[in-house]
């Protein structure tokens, strides 16, 4: 299993720290030291460490297990993708990157037991500079990734079960804001990543954001933070594009589309599982309706009442990530690994482990019914005593 550093690693420390929305300020009040002494703790620059006798206290409030801050860690040179860079967003980003951190700890200790699908994500831009990209061509490298995924041009019917059979570790968690639907990136160790809001339980919302994300590991695999932070619109806008081309082919969508008007959209929402919404955008993109038809397409959206929850909303079910959790299953099934040897392993908490890949909690922390076994009198006292012992309607009685 992966061995420990002898020393205290400080990006564990603020990677715990932040995906528990806690401050620097906050997490010293917890453990009673200063906020200068915890900025210390996180900065490999400083050679302080806590003290042996603090570590158990940070794990107990971090909700991680004590050698969580002894394992090897890295960072990773590779942007993480997320819907908004806002400021007042930067505490929920700054969680939901942690919890994608999360999600590497649990695929690298669960990949020394099972063996996950090969990543098979092509490089189609084979170095071409994401810069340059129109929308023309995202429509050209969806149409490429289809055909490479054997996929055709029907409607996909489980977007994250292709994701993952294409090697993709796909999680979800409550990430707090409608504004972050889920956050992806490539690992240094060459597999991409991607963590889905749970937010918003809506099956087309959920298809949609994977979608997304997919457009980020396709297109942006190359894109440093740096370069993210410069071009974030541009980004963004490429994976909503390419979102829309995938789940919507030209050709097969627009065949399906046999009036421009909100009821015969909603007619084929069941078939193709994308939201009204998604295919006013997609028919905007395909040039199929003028920005004066799309513009009334969304007075009459809004007339209906259908922002925040369309008609079939709650009817299309909510497509679920597999791998992690079967593979949980799996490992504890064949007795590869108690459920708290793989907990210690991961480091992390039940909770933590049961919210990201979906495993149960009980899975995690089984239940022991024991039934007392209570003292009983020695055959041979019985065999002295019985001569004193006689019956009656109930019991036995001594005299």
């Not at 339980?201 to 994300?213: L, N, T």
């Not at 297109?219 to 974030?232: D, M, N, Q, Y």
Request: aromatic letters at 8%.
């Amino acid at each position: 299993m992966s061995a420990l550093n002898e020393k205290f690693v400080p990006r564990r420390l603020r990677t715990a720290r932040l995906a528990r929305l806690l401050l620097q300020k906050e997490l010293a009040e917890l453990v009673g030291r200063s906020d200068t002494t915890v900025s210390k703790w996180e900065n490999d620059e400083y050679s302080q460490e806590p003290d042996a006798s603090i570590i158990p206290k940070l794990a107990d409030v971090l909700s991680v297990e004590p050698q969580w801050f002894f394992k090897p860690t890295y960072q990773t040179p590779n942007a993480s993708f997320f819907r908004s860079l806002k400021s007042e967003d930067g505490k929920l980003r700054d969680k939901a990157e942690a919890r994608l951190d999360f999600v590497e700890e649990i695929d690298q200790i669960l990949g020394e037991y099972v063996e996950f699908p090969t990543v098979d994500v092509p490089d189609l831009l084979d170095g071409r500079d994401f810069r340059t990209l129109r929308s023309d061509d995202i429509e050209h490298y969806a149409k490429m990734l289809r055909e490479y995924w054997l996929l055709g041009d029907e409607p996909i019917d489980d977007l994250l079960l292709v994701s993952e059979n294409a090697g993709i570790v796909v999680a979800h968690d409550e990430i707090g804001s409608e504004k972050l639907d889920g956050v992806s990136r490539w690992g240094n160790n060459g597999r991409p990543y991607m963590l889905l809001a749970q937010d918003k339980h809506i099956g087309v919302r959920r298809r949609f954001d994977a979608g997304h994300e997919l457009g980020h590991i396709l297109l942006h695999r190359h894109v440093s933070p740096k370069e993210l932070s410069a071009h974030f619109k541009l980004i963004e806008e490429q994976a909503m594009t390419f979102a829309g081309a995938f789940l919507m082919p030209e050709c097969s969508f627009g065949d399906d589309v046999y009036s421009l008007s909100l009821d015969a959209l909603l007619a084929i929402k069941g078939k193709w599982k994308v939201s009204v919404a998604g295919m006013i955008k997609r028919l905007s993109s395909m040039k199929r309706i003028t920005p004066e038809y799309e513009r009334r397409l969304w007075q009459y959206y809004s007339y209906r009442k259908w922002r925040g929850f369309e008609p079939m909303d709650d009817e299309i079910a909510v497509e679920q990530p597999h791998n992690l959790k079967a593979s949980i299953e799996l490992i504890i099934e064949e007795k590869l690994a108690t459920p708290a040897d793989l907990i210690r392993q991961i480091s992390l908490s039940s909770s933590d482990v049961s919210e990201l890949t979906g495993v149960s909690k009980d899975i995690l922390e089984p239940q022991f019914n024991h039934i007392r076994r209570m003292p009983m009198i020695k055959a041979s006292q019985l065999s002295e005593l019985g001569e004193n012992i006689v019956s009656f309607p109930g019991g036995k009685i001594r005299h």
